[in-house]
């Protein structure tokens, strides 16, 4: 059975920096890929970005060049480093685990213009 646990969440000022952390239990992250999703107040989930097991990192359009997603195989740890951040980034931050439909609690983020 997979568990993620995300941390890293918190109040921020616009323009501000948080880094988001997944521990990972149960499975070995390292030969699979792994993904962040978000949820603002009153919308769908939306998929934010993911990375392949080999390391390549996709990002959805609002969030690239801002946001860094990284990965710790021996940690079995996934990262999403979020600089300058904007009020629309507001949310709740999923970890997913793709190949087992697996997610995470979520973490608040929460951005102040």
């Known amino acids: 059975q997979v568990q993620l646990v995300e941390s890293g969440g918190g109040l921020v000022q616009a323009g501000g920096s948080l880094r988001l952390a997944c521990a990972a239990s149960?499975?070995?992250?390292?030969?699979?890929?792994m993904a962040w999703h978000r949820q603002a107040p009153g919308k769908q989930r939306e998929w934010v970005a993911s990375?392949?097991?080999?390391?390549?990192?996709i990002y959805a359009e609002p969030v690239r060049g801002r946001f860094t997603i990284s990965r710790d195989n021996a940690k079995n740890t996934v990262y999403l480093q979020m600089n300058s951040l904007k009020s629309e980034d507001t949310g709740v931050y999923y970890c997913?685990?793709?190949?087992?439909?697996?997610w995470g609690q979520g973490t608040q983020v929460t951005v102040s213009s």
């Open positions: 149960g499975r070995a992250i390292g030969v699979n890929n």
């Open positions: 997913t685990f793709p190949l087992y439909d697996a």
């Open positions: 990375i392949t097991n080999r390391g390549m990192t």
